[in-house]
């Protein structure tokens, strides 16, 4: 977002907002005298952009695990029903037996 | 056969509320708890919502947009899962400040009051103040100056801020 806002000079982005709180000298280096960062804070930049990645999975698992308890206890409940609908109409209505 | 079904039911029941504890152990991990619905996300689970307000003329992402199902109110989670710290930064309240700002003029009345930043292992729950709203407009309105200035000194003096700057090494004001 930083980039993006800094090419039009009207706009600020919300994490250019937090780069100026957290120092105003480096955020003008940065994004208005595009002073180049070592390759080691680039490789940790793209930490942290693997680290949001990996937040955004732990997320959609979260998700998944709660649909596939809805699915599971549906399941059971239906297991349940379907055994006792079998077991009533067993003994309310019991089959005659077959004999010669 | 009885016997059979009550198994069945039993370990299907028994699955799904293993399912519940490792949920609800993940979402004290996220942040993201699991009675909200996530509106987007700039975290790869959804697609990001720009948020832009062009009278302010600020904009931005936040990682994710959620809306709490109890209250239908919408409000902003902010990760940063690589920072231990215990105590909140003051650049990512600005930061979180900033959406909230957004969500305001987006959502109106359906907008929280508050936001929510989620370090590794703790979390802080942001109150939306007038004081943070005018802070926030105050630095949007810093940074456009600070884009024709000739020079900006560095304002703070934490070393520890100076250590962790990718910049130090081209910075004549450097703590460090």
Redesign the interface.
Known sequence: MGGRGSRDTNWVSASEIGSYEYCARAYWLEQVQHTERPAATGSRLADGTGHHRAHGRRVAWQRRLVRAAVVLVCAAILVLVVHATRHWRRTTHPIPEFSL | ??GQ??V???V??A???V??V??WL??R??G?R?DVT?LA?????LTPETL?DPDL????????LVRDRATGRVYPIE?K??RDATVL????A??L???MV?LESRYGPEFAGYGVVRYRAAEFRVPFTAELRRK?IA??E???E????A??????EIRA??WA???R???E?SLA
């Open positions: 056969m009885t079904a009550a069945l039911a039993a299907l029941a699955l799904g509320l399912a519940v490792a949920a993940l979402s991990t996220t993201v699991g996530v996300s700039d975290a790869g689970y832009e003329r600020i904009r931005g992402r936040p990682d994710y990760v899962p690589t930064y003051e650049s990512d600005l930061q400040a900033a959406y957004l926030c630095a949007a810093a940074i456009r600070a884009r024709r200035a020079v900006i000194h560095r304002s703070h801020k100076c700057c990718g910049v090494r081209a910075c004001e």
